[in-house]
């Protein structure tokens, strides 16, 4: 069998099902596309559930695709073993309705026989006990011995979820020889390593009710997956996936960083769990970074977080110093470029991404490891095993510690966390992350009705260059509040004052999209009229005008003509081009290290958000908003293209993170300046989009900022604003807006001259009670006691007040209370000798400052508090002194 590296088999696997009529199709993104159930892709098959669903129509009836995917359910054992990971590549080949069994086996056979070269004798595939026309295709067809087909019930070889399609497996093992192992679980369906599964074959056939009564399915699917890493695993015939040629470069790499460690050898046991997590976890974080994934506290940006912080801590273990992530990153990216082109082309960005992720947890992860070693020390002193949970949320909300790092570090130690006890301190933020999660609702209520629609039913947007066109009605939906007694619902009609959905067979009202609001507008015939509120995609390629009906009624069938409002498009558009300009201008003026991570444009404002990490300077902002404004007088044409994404790619067009792209994309250049993958619509020229004003640039998240700016005729309408608001000043000052600035100016002279010469009222009003005090010295056992309440004395005044009485009163020691308008200020000074004597100012406080409704303290010769009880003021004073007295030995 010839030797093939991990590119070569992936190459092999999708070329060869391509000779059988699939589609190839690349990896999808690991973010989910319209799919709330799931938080990152982690099978083959996930991104295709419409297809199997039929809620949308496959691009082939037979699909083969290599897709990246990421697990992280037992993050906790990655390492521990050779045998797990969180990232991996899934091979598979896909039927929708077409092929079934008898070409499924006999392809799967082929593959790993002829094309891969494994040994056919070393094959042991395994069925569902019930599956005989399986077992006959294997025993006669491919004339595999009986002896070499097993037989497994339902909990190994038959694949469902709760209700819905469901169906037996066949899974194809491939014997390692006895050097992998040779003990009593060594053997077919056992727990040991000599036998490994390479790959399974889903038959979708059945339809589970959800009650345990399965009916055959009208169309039977085929779902395949097989791991990249584990059939190299087999091709090269080494011990595990972290063997293998490309990963195996990426651990060696981890190895050198540490020191030239050895790895596998005798009493490198701890070190090599290290090994293991560092070169899996920078996988994951270049994949999840390249397709738009940031560190954050919440959703997917969580997992990205607790990835890379257990890799950084794994690092520091294996005594890895300084940054090195970076370094790994590009490791993992020149090993996978092949396969994911993506990965060069974002290179800059996910190493940016990984440093200012690494060097943030750097900050707080020696102080957090101080703080957990205490905490692990009064665990020890009190004979407790258990960290509460709200330690452990300390070192979370702290020192940025997600809980699966802190219990993987106190499990070292034979410890364990109170996760209940964490998890009702983490309560706010998760209920947060639930409401921030991304649903498809309308009024609150769901709205899965699309999804009940005819998935061969959609519609086609031809408004670029039109505004207004006729249609037919192709589907209707009734939408109502989700607290109404009704459900949305696929009706036929819509009638006077309903709100529903109109979706027709071509429309010109651009649904919302890339950031780009849907449009407004109505919708007619000869008798009716339904009012546009907004435009939105749905299930499958379907287009919604979401509304209401005004007058009249809307059927099934009916021809229509719908008009989009041209203001508001022309406003949108204007927000929209000048949202290229912006991107283009600030890659000029901050680096290309910017790239889009959202934005919002309607007929209002524009809003975008782009990596960078820090905030913007008033110059290069000043910088940015000229050179956009810049084009903008520049009148530079706004030409469109259609290409295939290859042809775009050569142009130099910037895509989107996040954005799923066909084989033909749409390329906007506008001049020379800007080139960008856009579907979205545009102003014809540079110059109608009038002028540019940047409102805003504040931060949104972890490496993320955001603009807020104005276009066209809400700039005009900004500064007119602007102007009232001046003059409205103005004549509030009795000024007029040009002297306005002049104005102001006098008046915080005047005010500070006030404030310096109240200050030096209050400070004479202070000094005379000095008097006062002094003549009152009690002494308390040799020891000089000066103690008065002041009225209106602040803190500060306090303070020179205690040091002038501290330096007349030799030895003693000064407390002051002062009623500042229904707060109360302590402060308490003790000399030198005094506190040889026992006397401690903080104590003192501390001791006194309940009786005033506060609490504070500090050092043995200088202590402060607050209060909100100035009725208490007399009591204080009197119990000092008993206070005092108890202090001095």
């Known amino acids: ?154 909990e190994d070889n038959f694949w469902e979820h709760g209700s819905g399609p469901c169906g037996p497996c066949t899974e194809i093992y491939y014997d390692r020889g006895e050097k992998y192992g040779n003990g009593p679980e060594d053997v077919m369906g056992g727990e040991g390593d000599r036998y490994m599964e390479v790959w399974n074959v889903v038959f979708s056939q059945f339809n589970n009710d959800g009650h345990g009564h399965y009916t055959d399915l009208v169309q039977k699917n085929i779902d395949t997956g097989m791991g990249l890493e584990r059939l190299a ?42 090994v293991r997590i560092v070169t899996d976890h920078i996988r994951s974080t270049t994949f999840m970074i390249s397709d738009g994934i940031m560190p954050s506290n919440e959703g997917r940006g969580y997992v990205l977080r607790r990835i890379i912080r257990r890799a950084v801590r794994h690092g520091r273990k294996l005594g890895i110093e300084g940054s090195f992530l970076p370094y790994l990153a590009e490791r993992v990216i020149a090993g996978s470029k092949d396969g994911y082109p993506e990965l060069e082309e974002k290179r800059d960005f996910i190493l940016n ?57 106190l499990e070292e130690k034979g410890f364990t966390v109170d996760e209940d006890g964490f998890n009702a301190a983490m309560k706010v933020q998760k209920e947060t992350a639930r409401k921030a999660r991304k649903t498809t609702n309308y009024m609150g209520a769901d709205a899965t009705v699309y999804e009940d629609m005819d998935p061969a039913v959609n519609s ?61 507008g109505i919708i007619e015939t000869k008798d009716g009229t339904f ?31 719908l008009k989009v409002d041209p203001e508001n498009r022309m406003a949108t558009c204007r927000n929209h081009s000048a949202t290229h300009l912006l991107q283009k201008a600030l890659r000029e003026v901050l680096g290309t290290h910017v790239e889009q991570k959202g934005s919002y444009q309607d007929g209002q404002r524009t809003r975008f958000d782009f990596s960078h990490f820090q905030a913007m300077t008033p110059e290069e902002i000043q910088k940015v908003e000229d050179l956009v404004n810049r084009e903008i007088a520049a009148c530079l044409p706004v030409n469109t293209a259609v290409m295939s994404l290859e042809e775009a790619k050569k142009t130099g067009a910037m895509a989107l993170f996040g954005e799923k792209y066909g084989d033909e994309v749409r390329v906007v250049r506008m001049g020379d300046f800007s080139t960008e993958l856009c579907g979205g619509t545009h102003v014809a020229n540079t110059s109608q989009i009038g002028q540019f004003k940047i409102l805003s640039e504040a931060g949104v998240a972890s490496g993320v900022r955001r603009i807020e700016a104005l276009t066209g005729d809400n700039v005009r309408r900004y500064y007119e604003e602007m102007e009232r608001s001046f003059r409205e000043a103005a004549a509030l000052l009795k000024t007029t807006p040009s002297e306005l600035a002049g104005h102001i100016r006098k008046l915080q002279e005047e005010n500070r001259a006030l404030r310096g010469e109240n200050e030096s009222l209050k400070a004479k009003e202070a000094q005379s009670a000095l008097g006062g005090v002094l003549d009152s010295v009690q002494d308390i056992k040799g020891v000089p006691f000066a103690a008065a309440g002041l009225k209106d004395v602040d803190m500060n005044e306090l303070r020179n007040l205690g ?87």
């Open 1 to 154: 069998m010839k030797r093939r590296g991990v590119n070569e088999l992936r190459e092999l696997f999708l070329t060869f099902f391509e000779s059988k009529g699939h589609l190839r199709m690349n990896s999808f993104s690991l973010v989910p596309h319209n799919d709330n159930s799931l938080l990152i892709i982690n099978s083959g098959m996930a991104p295709l559930k419409p297809y199997f669903t039929g809620q949308e129509i496959p691009p082939r009836r037979r699909v083969t695709t290599c897709q990246k995917c990421i697990r992280t359910g037992d993050l906790e054992n990655v390492g521990k073993t050779a045998r797990h990971g969180t990232f991996f590549e899934m091979l598979g080949n896909f039927s929708f309705g077409d092929y079934f069994k008898h070409e499924a086996i006999p392809w799967a056979w082929e593959f790993l026989t002829e094309w891969v070269g494994l040994d056919p004798e070393r094959l042991y595939p395994s069925v569902y006990v019930d599956d005989d026309e399986a077992y006959q295709i294997w025993l006669n067809d491919m004339h595999v011995p009986a002896d070499h087909i097993y037989k497994f019930g339902k």
């Open 233 to 274: 695993v087999a091709v090269q015939d080494v011990g595990s996936i972290f063997d293998v040629d490309t990963i195996k470069a990426l651990r060696d790499e981890v190895c050198r960083l540490a020191g030239n460690i050895h790895y596998e050898e005798p009493g490198t046991e701890e070190s090599d769990v290290s």
């Open 353 to 409: 991404v990984i440093r200012q992720e690494e060097n943030q947890f750097e900050k707080t992860f020696e102080q957090g490891m101080s703080i957990l070693a205490e905490m692990e020390e009064k665990l020890s002193e009190n004979g407790q095993k258990q960290l509460s949970g709200e330690d452990a949320f300390k070192l979370y909300d702290t020192f940025g510690f997600p809980l699966d790092n802190t219990k993987e570090i």
């Open 460 to 520: 086609a947007f031809i408004g670029y260059d039109k505004l207004t066109a006729d249609s037919r009605i192709v589907a209707l939906a009734a939408l109502y509040p989700a607290d109404a007694d009704e459900d949305n619902a696929v009706v036929e009609a819509l009638s006077d004052g309903q709100t529903g959905a109109v979706i027709t067979a071509e429309t010109p009202f651009y649904g919302t999209m890339g950031g780009q609001v849907g449009d407004q």
């Open 531 to 561: 009012t546009v509120e907004r435009t939105e995609h749905v299930a499958g390629s379907k287009i919604a005008h979401i509304g209401r009906v005004t007058h009249g009624m809307f059927k099934l069938g009916d021809t229509v003509t």
């Open 803 to 889: 040091d002038e009485l501290k330096s007349k009163l030799t030895g003693g020691v000064v407390l002051l209370i002062a009623d500042n308008g229904g707060k109360v200020s302590l402060m308490a000074m003790a000399s030198d000798e005094a506190v040889k004597k026992g006397a401690h100012a903080g104590n003192l406080v501390k001791a006194v400052a309940g009786l005033v409704g506060g609490g504070g303290g500090g050092r043995p010769n200088m202590a402060q508090a607050g209060g909100k009880n100035p009725a208490g003021i007399p009591d204080a004073l009197a119990k000092a002194a008993e206070v005092l007295a108890g202090q001095i030995r």
